[in-house]
């Protein structure tokens, strides 16, 4: 359903992007923000389906000034090599790369965003820094605690997962008090990952309900 596209960001960088668009007449435009595992068949996979619901999806290759296209499984030595992109993470760099996909959806509708993981909190501060988004989704994003002092400039919605080994429920409890402009949810039984039905941490109840969920605030953020 989807092609690889080039995007070039406001310092002239080209990074590489993969987009999906929809059978019709787009009803908007949504940005998808990778995990630590780049632009995957996983990422790819949730464009393909954003394009069934009727969006032109566009998933930014935010890796591409480290390694070109990089792509990972979620073996643990997979996950091992992954994490060293986010050690010491230049979020502005992805952060001009996100506008970059912003940008070539302008055309198509209102333009929102959904991240995962590191994603999660790149969609975050896409929606406090970044011009041009109707509304925003964070899945389980890790570092979204050390930037809730920021706020918001489109309506923002969270999912986290009560098992999450990596993000700890004090820290939703901290995100909650100082983002109740957010909407925030927090699943039961569910780990680090759960939307992805590719890993092991994956809880289809979970997903199901977040991404219903997302749906509907996608589909209230048009209508405004």
């Not at 359903?1 to 070039?8: E, R, Y």
Request: with cysteine; glycine share 8%.
């Amino acid at each position: 359903m989807g092609k690889p596209l080039s995007l070039k960001a406001s310092d002239s960088f080209l990074l590489g992007a993969y987009r999906a668009d929809p059978a019709g007449e787009p009803v908007g435009g949504i940005v998808v923000i990778q995990e630590i595992f780049g632009v995957n068949h996983h990422i790819r996979s949730v464009c393909d389906r954003l394009a069934a619901e009727g969006y032109a999806a566009v998933a930014p290759a935010l890796f591409d000034r480290q390694v070109k296209d990089f792509q990972s499984g979620y073996s643990p030595e997979e996950i091992e090599k992954a994490r060293k992109f986010v050690a010491n993470p230049d979020w502005n760099a992805m952060l001009r790369d996100t506008a970059a996909a912003i940008d070539e959806l302008k055309g198509v509708g209102p333009v929102s965003i959904v991240g995962f993981c590191m994603g999660g909190t790149i969609a975050f501060l896409s929606a406090c820094r970044l011009d041009g988004l109707a509304a925003a989704v964070c899945y389980y994003g890790g570092r979204i605690v050390a930037f809730a002092d920021e706020k918001p400039r489109c309506p923002t919605q969270m999912h986290f997962g009560d098992k999450d080994q990596s993000i700890p429920l004090s820290d939703v409890e901290i995100i909650k008090q100082k983002r109740p402009d957010c909407d925030i949810h927090v699943y039961k039984d569910a780990g680090h990952g759960f939307h992805c039905d590719e890993r092991g941490s994956f809880h289809e109840p979970s997903s199901k309900l977040a991404w219903e969920r997302m749906l509907a605030w996608l589909k209230q953020a048009r209508k405004a």
